[in-house]
């Protein structure tokens, strides 16, 4: 069988894809000639995703070859924490983001360069290059050990919002700016924000961020069509916040709100778990049951499976966002009336004990009906 050899450019080969051929094969004369037409290679980027090919590499688990370039042409590693990080090779991540000493901390240049022998590389960005490759890679458990080491610096809640956003982790990228991420719209493309702005629109809190995210990157004006789409958007949210809904969920309930039909709905929701229970077991008449008949169990007057069934059916939803939006819609009850009672009742000199009271009997409805639903 015929072996390309390293050298061998392939037809229609882009530049990167030269540059991770030749490193691949530790080809030093081969990159060396590539270099004298392309003086920075290094810097070149995928268009797709901004990918440098020293970040392809590492992100294929590829480390002679990431070593390979760094050591022979680029020293700065940044690119390579990001792809080790993506790649989940957490060690060569850390063994990357030890900190360089300065040259100015050895007594001669000679004492200083071999030091440099083993440590070739400096990485400018770690804690960032780290967090944006963890993101990539969809290592969720480390994204959030850093973001809770930096807890106190917003920025890399908002790296972190960007690199979900990329990825179009939509779950992630909520949750994210309900912690208080802030979307920069800048650091996004106009096709992204095209291609995704009625989900934008949906998570951004305030009227005027969705007009600031309908008018970036194009002159549009803020009239007919868009105009409704800023008034669906603010219903959207509204939903999303108020019975916490990813934006699947809410968009499905703001189609029954479109066509009139989410108060029924609601009211299906709330009252239906009033009558709902698990079918119970009915004694077999010829067994030796010593309990009285007023202790028989007896069938619910809605059994919980046919509640859900026909709820599912008129959300239209899969079985999983059914149950969260039965849930959360209890929720979104109790949570109204403990701040309702609260409002009411709390701060009255006299009225303290009828708010305890009140409380107690709004607590106990819930869980109720949150223990037949899940019994």
Known sequence: MFNRSPQTKIINETEIET???????????????????????YYSQRKEDGYTAMRILAS??????????????????????????EAGLFDEVEKLCTIRKSKYEFINQAEYEE???????????????????????????????????????SKFLDIALHGY?????????????????????????????????????????????????????SQQKYKGEKIIQLKDADVMHRLMSEYDLNYDQAKALAAIKANGNLAGVRTWLLQGMQVSKPVARIVNEDEDDEDDD?????????????????????????QQ???????????????????SLSH????????????????????????????????
Not at 19 to 41: I, T
Not at 129 to 140: E, I, P, Q
Not at 297 to 316: A, E, M, R
Not at 326 to 336: G, K, R, S, T, Y
């Open 165 to 217: 956003l990329k990825a179009k982790r939509w779950d992630r990228v909520q949750e994210l700016l309900s912690r208080g991420a802030h979307l920069n719209l800048d650091d996004l493309s106009g096709k992204f924000i095209k291609d995704n702005r009625e989900r934008l629109f949906a998570y951004m809190p305030g009227m005027q961020s969705r007009v600031n995210l309908l008018a970036v990157k």
């Open 321 to 339: 966002d059914t149950k969260k939006i039965i849930q959360n819609v209890h929720a979104n009850l109790f949570a109204n009336i403990q701040k």
């Open 60 to 85: 294929e688990g590829n480390i002679l070859a990431v070593h390979f370039l760094i050591r022979n042409f680029h020293e700065i590693a940044d690119d390579a924490v990001k792809g080790f990080a």
């Open 294 to 318: 007023e202790n028989t169990p007896s069938l619910p007057l809605l059994p919980t499976d046919i509640y859900c069934l026909i709820t599912k059916l008129v959300l239209g939803m899969s």
């Open 344 to 375: 009411k009742l709390a701060s009255g000199l006299f009225s303290s004990t009828k708010y305890f009271v009140e409380n107690a009997k709004a607590v106990e409805q819930f869980e109720n009906r949150y223990k037949n639903y899940h019994r």
């Open 19 to 41: 540059v991770c051929r030749l490193a691949r094969a530790a080809d030093l004369e081969g990159l060396k000639e590539h270099q004298r037409n392309h003086q920075h290679f």
């Open 115 to 153: 030091y440099k022998v083993n440590h070739y590389f400096q990485v400018f960005h770690p804690d960032e290059s780290k967090l944006k490759g963890y993101v990539r890679g969809g290592h969720d458990h480390k994204v959030e050990e850093m973001l809770n080491m930096f807890s106190d610096d």
